[in-house]
């Protein structure tokens, strides 16, 4: 049984995790029924969510506005792979 808790509910700071990967890439099966479970018992989570989409929808639409020359871009492929390979891990 505890097994199976673990299985369907995870931790604020999982959920959180989840929140910011949707952000950048797509959620397993098993990642979205987590979190949906989640969010449907944690308001401090589903307001993080919220907040999460402003930002994000905030953010798209200053760079869609800004002239691309105006933007400091920084290349760092290390610190790409990086992320994208802690992201794949906490499967």
Do not use: G, W
Request: proline letters at 1%; hydrophobic letters at 35%.
């Amino acid at each position: 049984m505890q097994q199976l808790k673990y299985f369907f509910i995870s931790s604020c700071k999982k959920a959180s995790s989840l929140i910011d990967k949707k952000s950048v890439m797509k959620l397993t099966l098993h990642e979205k029924l987590m979190l949906h479970i989640h969010l449907s018992v944690c308001d401090a989570c589903t307001e993080y969510q919220k907040q999460s989409r402003i930002l994000h929808d905030l953010l798209q639409a200053h760079l869609k506005n800004t002239n691309p020359d105006q933007v400091t871009q920084v290349v760092n492929n290390e610190l790409k792979t990086k992320i994208f390979t802690r992201l794949s891990e906490e499967k």
